[in-house]
């Protein structure tokens, strides 16, 4: 098997790592194989690696707009997490260079403004998702709508938000576009119309793995809102499947763990696990299930769904009990 087979198909994050490593090492750098190399860097979240990689296909291509918002993301998430002004501005200077690339795309305008609302720049934000909307193609400006719909959200313009999103709810058909509406209508107390999107967006869910953050974020919405039967079927339809990064992997079992679905939770403890063999939670957690798995099924006039932890010390509670009456 060759070096890039390897980096494709491994599934051990610090093998896959060692694998992409051998490959950079031995291929000549050439734009096109440096861009094979920063999927391949992405797919494991290696972000010192990205950046470097990232850095240099941007020197041979300065509009290559991947690369960039490779560069970006990293940048933003720095600059959130240790307010470091020097890494923000960084950032806005890629997103400032990225606007006035004459490449750059519509949609990629709106990836654009998403992260100058993320930086709490609400004047590019909004200045950049309205330019994208003037620009972007008839049948795709509900889905733009929606991008300034949440800048509006985010930087205090709640009324303008909800009419933007009032007038495009009924033309979005997008499962994303659908869950994210959900979402914000959520955030303005707009209950009805955000249940409906989220009911909207269950049955056209895509493939978990191209939208693992969809079923995510909508089970997560679903949970909030008392619909915990629809959330686990949700879940359900995702099933076992092995997701690269650790952030997702936890996220799945995190939700399959509140919803008690026990199997599902095991998959992912187990995938989180098999790229971090130290978690302390993890492996608290698959202790946890294991125990559950040898407790007594639950009576018909138990709750619909009891936390794992809950059901758990029911569990201890209803052996005290046994024994103080022996």
Partial sequence: MSAVEKGQQSTNEATALADIDQMAAEIEPTLSNLKKLLALYKQVSAASRIEIVAQKILEEDPSDFMARRALVHLYVERSL??????????????????????????????????????????????????????????????????????????????????NEIAEILPQLSRPSDLIRAAVALEKLKQ????????????????????????????????????????????????????????????????????????????????????????????????????LLDRAPIESASAPPVATPVKRLLALLKGRRSAKDGE
């Fill in 81 to 162: 997490s240790a307010s470091s002004q020097k890494v923000a501005a960084e950032a806005s200077r890629l997103l400032k260079d990225a606007e006035s690339l004459p490449g750059t795309t519509a949609v990629q305008l709106l990836e654009v403004a998403r992260y100058y609302s993320r930086m709490k720049d609400e004047a590019s934000a909004r200045r950049v998702a309205l330019r994208a909307v003037e620009a972007i193609p008839e049948e795709a400006k509900p889905s733009a709508r929606l991008v300034l719909a949440q800048v509006y959200l985010d930087h205090g313009q709640p009324a303008a938000a909800r």
């Fill in 191 to 290: 209950n009805k119309m955000a249940r409906s999107a989220a009911a909207r967006a269950v049955p056209l869910l895509r493939p978990v793995l191209g939208s693992p953050d969809d079923y995510i974020i909508l089970a997560e919405f679903l949970m909030r809102n008392g619909e915990v039967a629809v959330a686990r079927g949700v879940m359900r339809r995702a099933g076992s499947t092995y997701f690269r990064e650790a952030r997702i992997a936890l996220r799945f079992h995190e939700i399959c763990f509140n919803l008690a679905i026990n199997d599902l939770a095991k998959f992912h403890a187990q995938s989180v696990l098999s790229k971090d063999p130290y978690n302390p939670l993890m492996q608290q957690r698959l202790a946890l299930l294991h």
